[in-house]
């Protein structure tokens, strides 16, 4: 066998190895999108409850719009949020916050985000949930005294 050869066999495995590895990376991307849709929604609805018990009105809320950064920003300033509990959510909020706005969990189009590992994610917003929940339960026991 000469060098000149081409090693078609060769070219045609690396060709569909590759193929493979792109076409596995683009389905779970794909079935994790709904996942993080959801938790975006759930934390943009829960930091949304922490300043509705807080005073602001559903005018100021929606004008917030999907602005999870912001949200986050707005509750930290009610001083209802657990300090402790914010390093956590605030990385969470990092991930999710630019992709939710600009919808892209919802609507196909190119996805340049990095996602963080969905059973973490999953985790760290029933926590969130938890502190809200106390939060908001807080507030109702103060009013009705």
Known sequence: MS????????VITVFLIVLIAVWA??????????FFML?????????????????????RLMGIGHELGW??????????YPKEAFSELV???????????FQ????????????P????????LQRHLDVVAEAITSNRARSSL
């Open 71 to 80: 949200c986050l920003q707005l509750v930290r300033r009610t001083r209802r």
């Open 117 to 124: 590992e969905p059973l973490a994610a999953s985790e760290l």
């Open 25 to 34: 990376a683009t389905q779970w991307t794909a079935a994790a999108l709904p």
């Open 39 to 59: 938790v975006a929604h759930a934390l943009e609805l829960s930091l949304k409850a922490v300043l509705s018990a807080d005073g602001a009105d559903e005018e």
């Open 104 to 115: 892209a969990f919802r609507y196909p189009q190119p996805f340049r985000w990095t996602l």
């Open 3 to 10: 060098a000149t050869k081409i090693l078609w066999g060769q």
């Open 91 to 101: 990385r969470l909020v990092d991930a999710l916050s630019m992709p939710h706005a």
